[in-house]
């Protein structure tokens, strides 16, 4: 029995830790959405470091936001509860949508129980970042299927101030750090505004035209068979991907955290297809040619899932 007590406390120790990471990152996520702050961080990703300006407004009428390139051509994201509008200065362009596009911080799911199914939630200790005390948690997947994190969190408001991508091994794929960083009750509306107007721009609203239009009626013509544990079907639709061409399936597929698409589109050459393992930072995508369809699946996962999960796709049986 002596060995029983010793077992006992790191059980106790394991999940008084992994209940602590939890508290961190609830209130980091809260702090996201609900603070009113205004920032300057630094963003490695693909080998490029690039600075940006983040304002962000918390209030009754819901979030404004707005993402400013401080590097590189001038560019802008504005972001409201209704539309994101994204103005391009190099491509004179301006795209107005109803999705968010990929932020620059990673969305942490509420339910925390499910994702502790695929990850284990740690908290490794205290670290300084930008003249903030900060807690150190991380998020570090229990396969080879997905990509990890590590979050240093403030202590006083649990506002996130460094986060690092991750892949199998630990190492930092990309990385978001604050440089600078202002937590106040009230912005100036100017910081909201856009330094950039759109004047003379060309301008594109997603969702308008029968090239972007979307179907969701229906299922799927096709399945994928090997998925990793814990993703589900989380979105389904049909649309032209490109002009005059025929529909085109796309299944997405999540664990909570990460996220990976499958599109399937009939091929009209071989010569013409997407074959083989296509790399940009952490995004990886793999084509494949299945009974003259061309199958590609793309996500911020490791290279093996995506074509894991290529070389399982097949043309759903008929009911016939």
């Known amino acids: 029995m002596k060995w029983l007590l010793p077992a006992l406390l790191v059980v106790t120790g394991q999940s008084l830790a992994q209940e602590n990471a939890r508290q961190w990152l609830d209130g980091m996520s809260n702090a996201l959405q609900s603070l009113n702050y205004d920032g300057t961080f630094v963003y490695l990703h693909d080998g490029k470091l690039e600075s940006m300006r983040i304002v962000h407004q918390a209030s009754e ?11 590189g051509s001038p560019r802008e994201v504005l972001r409201d509860n209704k539309a994101v509008t994204c103005i391009m200065a190099d491509s004179k362009s ?55 994190y590590r979050f240093w969190i403030d202590t006083g408001n649990y506002m996130l101030l460094k986060s690092d991508l991750t892949d199998v091994d630990g190492v930092a794929i990309e990385q978001v750090m604050f440089t600078r960083l202002d937590v106040s009750d009230q912005l100036s509306a100017v910081a909201l505004q856009p330094s950039l107007t759109g004047d003379g721009y060309n301008w594109t609203r997603q969702g308008d035209g029968s090239l972007n239009t979307a179907a969701r009626q229906g299922s799927p013509g096709w399945v994928v068979k090997r ?12 649309k032209r991907m490109r002009r005059g061409g025929v529909s085109a399936e796309h299944m997405v597929f999540s664990d909570g955290l990460a996220t990976l698409s499958v599109y399937i589109e009939k091929v009209k050459s071989e010569a013409e297809a997407f ?37 399982s796709v097949q043309q759903a049986a008929s009911d016939s």
């Open 61 to 71: 009428q819901g979030e404004q936001e707005r993402l400013v390139s401080l590097t």
């Open 227 to 238: 998925l990793p544990v814990g993703f589900q079907m989380t979105d389904f639709q049909r």
């Open 94 to 148: 301006v795209t107005v949508g109803q999705s968010r596009p990929r932020p620059p911080f990673p969305v942490v799911p509420d339910d925390l129980d499910r994702l502790s199914r695929y990850y284990r939630l740690q908290e490794l200790g205290e670290d300084r970042i930008a003249g903030h005390m900060t807690r150190v948690i991380t998020i570090t997947p229990k396969d080879r299927f997905r990509y990890g």
């Open 275 to 311: 074959l083989g393992l296509s790399s940009m930072g952490a995004m990886n995508a793999f084509g494949a040619v299945v009974d003259g369809y061309q199958v590609t699946v793309v996500g911020e996962v490791p290279p093996a899932t995506v074509q894991m999960v290529a070389a």
